[in-house]
Nanobody, 123 residues
Framework: VQLQASGGGLVQAGGSLKLSCVGS????????KAWFRQLRGKEREFVAV????????DYADSVKGRFTISRDNAENTVWLQMNSLKPEDTAVYYC?????????????????WGQGTQVTVSS
């Protein structure tokens, strides 16, 4: 089981980026998927989570109304559309997957992790 994240980059404040995370394995496509982010020296922070069927999602308060998580199980892909980016959104973003059905915001509940993609927002 592997996750491959991509789509990070450098963008000006107010701009947009769309992150992608492609997974391997047919069963894996139905897992709960989430995005976390981490600054160097800080703990990993919850960003967004989506249920296996894609009907339910939850967001950190700091990104509500700006970020949207979505998925396509046929493509085994989850996306994070990030709009109205702020300098404080700068971090390494990680996608994660869990067999659990709950929309957890705790990184300890996630078994599988992608390698991370850097997002840098300049002021």
């Amino acid at each position: 089981v592997q996750l491959q994240a991509s789509g990070g980059g450098l963008v000006q404040a107010g701009g947009s980026l769309k992150l992608s995370c492609v997974g391997s394995g047919r069963t894996f496509s139905m897992y709960t998927k989430a995005w976390f982010r981490q600054l160097r020296g800080k703990e990993r922070e919850f960003v967004a989570v989506i249920s296996g069927h894609g009907r339910n999602a939850d967001y950190a308060d700091s990104v509500k109304g700006r970020f949207t998580i979505s998925r396509d199980n046929a493509e085994n892909t989850v996306w994070l559309q990030m709009n109205s980016l702020k300098p404080e959104d700068t971090a390494v973003y990680y996608c994660a997957a869990s067999r659990e059905f709950s929309l957890s915001n705790n990184p300890s509940d996630y078994t599988y992790w992608g390698q991370g993609t850097q997002v840098t927002v300049s002021s």
